[in-house]
């Protein structure tokens, strides 16, 4: 397993060679081994590799840093998570720039039922630790459970993570560094306890340090492992903001808080809101509402309509088909139920109206938790 995981280490560490390159490389080829042992003319004809990229995958000499990390990884029982695994983030892995491999230590359950994602300025406000506690306690009595993620920086990150260990909820802090190191450095207590019922994630390797653009791609990870992002405060540039974006752009749910017109920490939300971007949160019922969980106002549970007749055999077979996969576009359920549009659109149109399946951005679908 060790000499395989060498090799999987060694592609990420390949420069030119993004994710999604590395996926396509990986699934042309077919094993990890064999990239590195490809002839310079076989390399070039794979499509989206060229002379360049070919030829620096022949001349990498990075196997020796993978097998350095290997070494880190065993003496400090660091668990990797690659994208072919089965407890790789599930959520994450449909991000399209989805690490190829994970780093993580504590209680790696990243496949949760409900994963929330929290984040706010670094300098949060009385009102903004106000607002994050409060949503987590309320999680914590309405969906015991529920896995609280955020990036363990100062102000509202390290309130979410703080919040979850209080009120019993998992939660997982996603790092912009190697797990060698703990930035900032006095959230160390805090990194401890989470290892007890969450954990630190990253993609970096040891020795790897907090620089700038480490940041936004630690905050494209937080907001594709979650089912919603939520934005508590920021002003109108920042990390949080451009985390909500991303999440945007994965189709997650954003919500974000509103505040006072002319606080500086209000203008992010109030922003995010006006621009369609996050739907406004006050409290646990309009995040239920936004993700269809059981107890939101004015719409039913799944369960108790599982008890009702579809109206047609095409609901039935579609609602099943998004049963068995968590998310789809409406290609997607016609490829997969065999289907015309036509009766896909109609058919979806009416299992939403009925409060079984959830519309989302993009033209995609799912059911109603």
Request: charged share 20%; with cysteine.
């Amino acid at each position: 397993m060790s000499e395989r995981l060498k090799y999987q280490l060694g592609i990420s560490l390949i420069k030119g060679i993004g994710p999604k390159l590395a996926r396509n490389l990986i699934a042309y080829i077919g094993d990890e081994q064999a990239v590195f042992s490809q002839s310079l003319r076989a390399l070039t004809a794979i499509p989206g590799i060229g002379s360049g990229l070919a030829q620096a995958i022949k001349s990498a000499d990075v196997l020796p840093r993978a097998e350095q990390e290997l070494e880190f990884i065993h003496k400090h029982n660091i668990k990797v998570l690659y994208f072919t695994d089965d407890d790789y983030p599930a959520r994450l892995s449909h991000c399209d720039d989805a690490p190829i491999a994970l780093y993580s230590k504590g209680v790696t359950q990243l496949n949760q039922q409900k994963m929330i994602g929290i984040v706010g300025t670094r300098m949060a406000s009385d009102d903004g630790r106000v607002n994050c506690e409060r949503l987590v306690e309320e999680l914590a009595q309405r969906h015991p459970g529920t896995v609280i993620v955020s990036g363990l920086a100062y102000g509202i990150d390290v309130c979410a993570h703080k919040a979850a260990l209080k009120y019993g909820l998992p939660t997982y802090g996603v790092l912009a560094h190697g797990l060698d190191r703990i930035y900032p450095s006095v959230h160390r207590n805090v990194a401890r306890q989470m290892l007890e019922e969450g954990g630190l994630i990253t993609e970096f390797m040891s020795d790897t340090k907090p620089d700038r653009p480490n940041f936004v791609r630690r905050n494209r990870i937080v907001a594709g492992m979650v089912d919603a992002l939520v934005m508590v405060e920021s002003a109108i540039k920042g990390g949080a903001i451009i985390t909500a974006r991303i999440a945007q752009s994965y189709n997650r749910d954003v919500l974000a808080f509103p505040g006072k017109p002319g606080d500086e920490l209000a203008k992010g939300g109030n922003y995010l809101i006006k621009k369609n971007i996050a739907a406004l949160i006050e409290n646990v019922e309009d995040l239920e509402y936004a993700l269809g969980w059981e107890g939101a106002e004015g719409s039913q549970s799944v369960q108790a309509s599982l008890f009702q007749s579809f109206n047609t055999k095409e609901e039935e077979q579609l609602y099943h088909v998004l049963l068995e996969n968590k998310e789809l576009t409406a290609n997607e359920l016609c490829v997969k139920s065999g289907l015309p549009v036509s009766k896909v659109s109609a058919s979806m149109l009416s299992l939403e109206f009925a409060g079984l399946v959830k519309c989302l951005p993009g033209n995609a679908f799912r059911l109603f938790k």
